[in-house]
């Protein structure tokens, strides 16, 4: 029967006779009808083939014509033929069964009834239990022979097209994604097994089958398995699956070249036609080696909830994410602040689709002291986090008067006015590149760091503003990191290009450095830098290998990596702290305090204003990176124009 299928498949294939529409009902109808008459005439030559003592109230002609009448009455009750055939499943089985044990309870019936009018039956009792039984039989496998064919064309036809899939996962989720990604037309994966990490339970050899398919049992890295059914994608549906077992397998199928998917809970589907939708590729950000952030939510909600919140670059990747989290807790207000027009009317789009009212946009400079006094005497916050800054270490490096002007001379007029309205709590969202600072923007930022604390030690007779400085390393994801820039070369068909095959840096997904960002404000008593556990540092090239192959391909060979050479002002590698610093713990274990060396905060104070000065004036740019190394004795400059004032 298969070669059968094969042979006319082919030729379907060859005379490009496919697809097929759906068959009418009527055609369906008529089908059931010669089935019916089939096991009619069946049943009658298999008992006059036994005896001969046919009741003889009606002829045979009669008899089995009520027969007929009677079953296709009933089909049009259960309408068994309105089914699409080739998508037969048990509700058109048990539709089936009604249909004939209906017909044969009235036959069954009239022949008493006939009994006590007449004083004889019309039918055999053996006769119309054959006849039933007969009448199923045909109807079922009619519906089951078409179903196979179709679906055996279908394989044949797509098969060369589709991607040979295993799924890992042999729970209720993994069977439900498997029964749909079978019955999606266009199909996108051939299925060809389930997967278990584990010792297989059958010691004897059979395989166990879930929808007629192996399930594969591995100890080992799956790929050893995989490589040999020649399977070209893996879906991971396994949600016990330890997060670094999961780091594991995916790192062992991209380093064979085969794809890695994920696929959410069946339960979490909004659309649940459509189903190829839902299988989606790792994001690098799946794969840090990180344990889930667990946050103090009730002390977050009271220092957030019913209160004013003010959030200064609120449309950039941080502050948005900001925006949202802070968002969750409810606050009276939010306030929200950006001189990019477009993007923060498109995140007050965003807010308004989730329902958020209470969002008020601004369109303003930080650096304007008289607007941010405005804004701040009309709305009164309460919390204000300030996450505005100039962050691109080439463009900084050529314009350091306008990176004090924002990073210093704008947070300082955000923070100074932040205490004269009476905030609560003021965080600055810093950078690890103030540690030790190699380039003008990480100097910028440790200025306005130490003006923080500055200030912070100044208020401390008022006991109105508790200012607060958080400080992590790279986010996965935001505007300008190496994440997107390195997602686009790789859909340009590339080359990927990095400043140095010895590269590190440290990584944060946007969501994990907020909430970090939201813990150090509420815990925070004021005068702290926080730092953030970031985990392992990640050599840049490995990560530009590990993306090329999420994308499907083969490093070096689909797409290149070519070094362009260090950036002016930029490290080898970040650091959290500076040599001199000590970390004291919290009471989150993914949170600690810097402990930063003395500054003589008086000298350092006028040395501020005065580079301040200077950078509003636009003065020479080797006279204020100048200055900053001297309010910032450890700002040494790399492979910059720089690095003569270090001599």
Not at 104 to 114: A, V
Not at 197 to 225: D, E, S
């Amino acid at each position: 029967m298969k070669k059968i299928v094969d042979s006319f498949s082919q030729l379907m294939i060859n005379k490009k006779m496919f697809p097929f529409g759906y068959t009418p009902r009527w055609v369906i109808f008529f089908i059931d009808v010669v089935l019916l008459i089939a096991a009619n005439v069946l049943t009658y030559s298999l008992l006059k083939s036994l005896t001969s003592n046919f009741y003889d109230v009606l002829s045979p002609m009669e008899r089995y014509s009520i027969v007929v009448v009677v079953n296709i009455f009933c089909f049009y009750i259960y309408k068994t033929y309105s089914g699409i055939i080739r998508h037969s499943s048990m509700l058109d089985a048990i539709k089936l069964v009604l249909s004939t044990g209906t017909s044969f309870l009235i036959i069954t019936i009239l022949n008493i009834t006939s009994l006590f009018v007449v004083g004889e039956k019309i039918f055999l009792f053996p006769g119309l239990i054959l006849n039933a039984i007969l009448t199923f039989t045909f109807l079922f496998l009619f519906r089951i022979t078409t179903k196979y064919v179709f679906e055996t064309l279908m394989d044949n036809i797509q098969t060369k097209d589709l991607i040979p899939t295993v799924i890992l996962g042999t729970d209720a989720n993994a069977i439900a994604i498997a029964n749909s990604l079978q019955a999606e037309s266009p199909a996108r994966f051939k299925m060809v097994g389930f997967m278990e990490i584990a010792q297989p339970l059958n010691r004897f050899g059979v395989t166990k089958r879930i929808l007629g398919l192996p399930i594969l049992y591995t100890t080992k890295k799956p790929c050893t398995i995989l490589k040999v059914l020649n399977v070209k994608a893996i879906i991971i549906a396994d949600k016990n699956l330890a997060h670094e077992k999961k780091i594991e397998i995916i790192d062992d199928c991209l380093q064979n070249n085969i794809k890695v998917y994920r696929v959410q809970l069946i339960s979490d589907w909004g659309n649940k036609s459509e189903i190829s939708k839902k299988i989606q590729s790792f994001e690098i950000e799946d794969l840090l080696n990180r344990k889930p952030i667990l946050l103090d939510n009730k002390l977050i909600s009271n220092k957030i909830t019913n209160n004013t919140i003010l959030i200064t670059g609120a449309a950039g990747s941080i502050g948005s994410e900001i925006v949202r989290q802070v968002a969750n807790y409810h606050p009276n207000k939010i306030i929200l602040i950006d001189q990019a027009e477009t993007p923060l009317h498109s995140l007050r789009l965003e807010l308004e689709k989730n329902g958020e009212t209470n969002v008020v946009s601004i369109v303003a400079d930080i650096r304007n002291k008289k607007v941010m006094d405005t804004i701040f005497a009309n709305y009164q916050p309460e919390f204000v986090f300030h996450a505005a800054a100039y962050k691109h270490v080439p463009l900084m490096e050529e314009n350091p008067s306008q990176a004090i002007e924002t990073n210093v001379i704008g947070t300082k007029n955000v923070a100074d006015t932040a205490l004269k309205y009476g905030v609560k709590n003021f965080v600055m969202i810093s950078t690890d590149k103030a540690v030790n600072p190699s380039n003008v923007m990480g100097a910028s930022k440790r200025i306005a760091e130490i003006y923080i604390q500055n200030l912070h030690q100044k208020s401390q007779d008022q006991q109105k503003t508790k200012f607060i400085i958080t400080r992590f390393g790279n986010v996965l994801g935001s505007n300008g990191s190496v994440v997107p820039l390195f997602k686009q070369q790789i859909e340009n068909g590339g080359p990927v290009t990095l400043t140095h095959a010895e590269i590190i840096r440290y990584f944060m997904t946007i969501s994990e450095a907020c909430q970090l960002v939201l813990e150090a404000g509420a815990i925070g008593n004021g005068g702290e830098i926080y730092i953030f556990d970031m985990g392992e540092p990640v050599k840049i090239i490995d990560l530009a290998k590990k993306m090329i192959q999420l994308g499907g391909y083969v490093p070096y060979k689909d797409i290149d990596i070519k070094e362009i050479g260090l950036r002016p002002g930029e490290k080898l590698y970040e650091e959290l702290l500076n040599d001199k610093s000590k970390t004291l713990p919290t009471h989150h274990e993914k949170i600690m305090v810097a402990t930063e060396c003395d500054y003589d905060f008086s000298h350092t104070d006028t040395l501020i204003k005065e580079v301040m000065k200077k950078a509003k004036n636009n003065e020479n740019n080797m006279e204020i990176v100048s200055l900053m190394k001297q309010i910032v004795p450890e700002f040494k400059s790399l492979n910059s124009n720089y690095e003569v004032l270090d001599n």
